[in-house]
């Protein structure tokens, strides 16, 4: 398994989500209280990018059909979801964070 830088910690405000592509891979990189995690960007249940859902409490939101996820294990919370999602190990070094895929 090999580690890929995604981006600076500044470019992952807390509380947000941002998405980035590592080798035709997409995943969400969130900061929550300035710790960082990773996740499949794509919801399990349709089509749609969790990078444009909504951060709260340690769970992200599917914007399209309102699907929870817990961030930090990608546990399917609330439906329509019912599969959860693959997550991927961050880690810091200064100020740039990488993924181990």
């Known amino acids: 398994m090999a580690w ?3 981006a600076k910690t500044s470019e992952v405000t807390d509380g947000e989500v ?7 891979t997409p995943i969400a990189i969130y900061n929550l209280d300035g710790e960082y995690f990773a996740t ?5 249940h ?28 990608g546990k399917a919370e609330e439906g329509p979801v019912d599969e959860d999602l693959k997550t991927f190990t961050v880690k810091v070094e200064g100020d740039e964070l990488f993924v181990q895929l």
């Not at 941002?18 to 035709?24: A, D, L, R």
């Not at 499949?40 to 399990?44: A, D, E, G, I, L």
């Open 4 to 6: 890929h830088s995604v």
């Open 18 to 24: 941002i998405g980035v592509e590592v080798e035709g």
């Open 40 to 44: 499949h960007n794509v919801c399990t």
């Open 46 to 73: 349709a089509f749609a990018l969790l990078s444009d859902g909504y951060v709260d409490d340690g769970k992200v939101e599917c914007p399209l059909h309102q699907g929870i996820f817990d961030i930090r294990s």
